[in-house]
Nanobody
């Protein structure tokens, strides 16, 4: 069965950087559509970034454009989210997700069938 394991979360000061990793099994990252979501208590899980590796098509939320970037390591079958210039409002539980739909980067969280357990990101001011 598909498994996604996130890592790389932690605590950082505003302006700092973190890189989240999402290691996949039974799912080929280099051919798939995957995304990163975040959620804070009492709020909806929001899509932060998504990538369809087949075409290189991406989505970034306006709030993270220019600061966050996704990449893929095919050999490790891993998706990354590089987060720079972090702000306190970026603090959240971050989740990796994978879809069987190629256009998932344009769609909402309902199109993502597989989810990781989450990794906490805390940015202090």
């Amino acid at each position: 069965r598909v498994q996604l394991v996130e890592s790389g979360g932690g605590s950082v000061q505003a302006g700092g950087s973190l890189r989240l990793s999402c290691a996949a099994s039974e799912y080929t990252v280099s051919r798939g559509c995957m995304g990163w979501f975040r959620q804070t208590p009492g709020k909806e899980r929001e899509k932060v970034a998504a990538l369809y590796s087949g075409s290189g098509s991406t989505y970034y939320a306006d709030s993270v454009k220019g600061r966050f970037a996704m990449s893929v390591d095919n050999a490790k079958n891993t998706l990354y989210l590089e987060m720079n210039s972090l702000k306190p409002e970026d603090s959240a539980m971050f989740y990796c997700a994978a879809s069987r739909i190629a256009a998932c980067y344009m769609l909402d969280k309902a199109s993502f069938a597989y989810w990781g357990q989450g990794t906490q990101v805390t940015v202090s001011s």
